[in-house]
């Protein structure tokens, strides 16, 4: 009997044991889930018959690459929000985290900021510049009424993603991206937010355009 009892405790006591350790690994994983980078991910793609060349991603801060962190926000899951003074934008995820990727920000006194949504989005769109530019830039007047075409040395890159205000109307800032990675953590575009190709890919496809995929832009 007393062995019996003995067996029964040793059994309880080993079951306990091996959950604490399940639990343990679980927690380990899911922290490794969130600190997870994608630095990998910059290699050369072929994409809708373009060939995406590499990016040399060793060049560009760590912490502008691609990772899922841990984000504390109000905002749903599938909300963009845009952190124009760190130089990073976030996809809300489920349970407190966030899609991270760096980002190249309008200089100033072209900056912007407020809620919008993403009324459509594009791949390998064309670009019309705004007649604003093109009166600062003559050499790309050119583009305002025909646009450029999709290539690689389209400013736009190989995405887009169209911003409307609440009543609809088209604010002519975009989430897109760009062929310059080098100006990923800087201000350098006219206003619009540019990512590295590779990310706005991804970003894309996380992406259903209407009401409800909101952008909040912060400065």
Request: with cysteine.
């Amino acid at each position: 009997m007393r062995l019996r009892n003995a067996l029964t405790v040793f059994g309880l006591v080993a079951t306990i044991a091996l959950t604490g350790c399940t639990t343990t690994t679980d927690t380990q994983q899911a922290e490794a889930t969130t600190a997870k980078i994608f630095t990998d991910s910059y290699g050369s793609v072929t994409d809708a018959g373009y060939a995406l060349p590499a990016i040399p991603i060793n060049k560009v801060n760590k912490k502008f690459h691609r990772q899922i962190v841990a984000y504390s926000t109000k905002e749903k899951p599938g909300t963009i929000v845009v952190n124009t003074r760190e130089r990073f934008l976030y996809y809300v995820l489920p349970n407190g985290k966030a899609v991270r990727y760096g980002i190249g920000v309008g200089k100033q006194g072209f900056a912007w900021q407020g809620e919008a949504y993403i009324a459509w989005k594009q791949e390998w769109p064309t670009w019309h510049p705004p007649k604003e530019m093109a009166a600062r830039k003559p050499d790309v007047a050119q583009y305002v009424e025909n646009g450029m075409g999709p290539g690689l040395r389209n400013p736009l890159g190989a995405r887009a993603l169209y911003l409307f205000n609440e009543k609809g109307q088209d604010t002519l800032f975009r989430l897109h991206g760009t062929p310059e990675w080098a100006s990923i953590g800087t201000a350098a575009s006219s206003g619009c937010i540019r990512l590295m190709n590779q990310d706005i890919i991804d970003l894309y496809s996380r992406v259903r355009p209407g009401k409800g995929a909101k952008v909040v832009v912060q400065q």
